[in-house]
């Protein structure tokens, strides 16, 4: 069963500009999470979304946002970037008969110049 | 906020067994203890989880104290490429909110 993917990998975006990252789960997963990765403050949870809907989510400002397709593929934008906003971005799915497993994909690896 | 205390980082020979301690005071009868690494620049990786009993598959052994306020992950033979991050998580199954992962443990496999 191939594993979860993310697209791009490797990202270079300037302030202000905005950004859109992909996550394609495993199949059969219906809960994608994603992730910022930042030397800092480490893994910090951004949202989930189950269904199409958004079932979680973190404490990040609102220039953060994602959704989820029917077929639980998600994608993550982030609007009016920041320097800060430099991370690697993991996505995260779990579904099928183990729940609460996570399966991360590679991340995206987003500089902010 | 996550609900476990791991030391930031260790050390262990190569070769020999990596004990990574995980404190879990508060931890609730319905919560399970899980354990994923990281290894540089990768997403983490699942490596196990228990709930009260001992457990141990392919890649580790889980030990969780009797009071469950503890457990350490082994990695029975550690090699070079063990040098990861390792986290430890507790969490209800079946669960809808939000997995919270904290700092873990930085572990140096030395030659």
């Known amino acids: 069963k191939a594993g979860v993917t993310q697209t791009p990998r490797y990202l270079i975006k300037t302030r202000g500009q905005q950004v859109t990252l992909s996550c394609s789960p495993i199949?059969?997963?219906?809960?994608v999470s994603w992730y910022q990765q930042t030397p800092g403050q480490g893994l910090q949870f951004l949202f989930e979304?189950?269904?199409?809907?958004?079932?979680n989510k973190g404490n990040f400002p609102g220039r953060f946002s994602g959704r989820q397709f029917s077929n639980s593929r998600s994608e993550m934008n982030v609007s009016t970037l920041e320097l800060g906003d430099s991370a690697l971005y993991l996505c995260?799915?779990?579904?099928?008969?183990?729940?609460?497993?996570?399966?991360f994909g590679p991340g995206t690896r987003l500089l902010v110049l | 906020d996550a609900k476990t205390t791991q030391p930031p980082s260790m050390d262990c020979a190569e070769g020999r067994a990596a004990n990574l301690p995980c404190n879990h005071s508060?931890?609730?009868?319905?919560?399970?203890v899980y354990w994923y690494r990281q290894i540089h620049s990768q997403g983490p990786q699942y490596i196990i989880h228990?709930?009260?009993n001992n457990e141990t598959n392919e890649m580790a052994s889980l030990i969780i104290t009797e009071d469950r306020k503890s457990s350490t992950l082994i990695l029975p033979h550690a090699t070079l490429r063990d040098t990861a991050v390792y986290y430890c998580?507790?969490?209800?199954?079946?669960?809808?909110?939000?997995?919270?992962f904290g700092k873990g443990t930085r572990l140096h496999i030395l030659p």
């Open positions: 995260a799915s779990r579904g099928g008969e183990d729940q609460e497993t996570q399966y």
């Open positions: 199949s059969g997963h219906r809960s």
């Open positions: 979304y189950f269904s199409e809907t958004q079932r």
């Open positions: 508060t931890i609730s009868g319905n919560e399970y």
């Open positions: 228990g709930l009260k």
């Open positions: 998580i507790v969490r209800e199954r079946n669960r809808d909110d939000k997995i919270i």
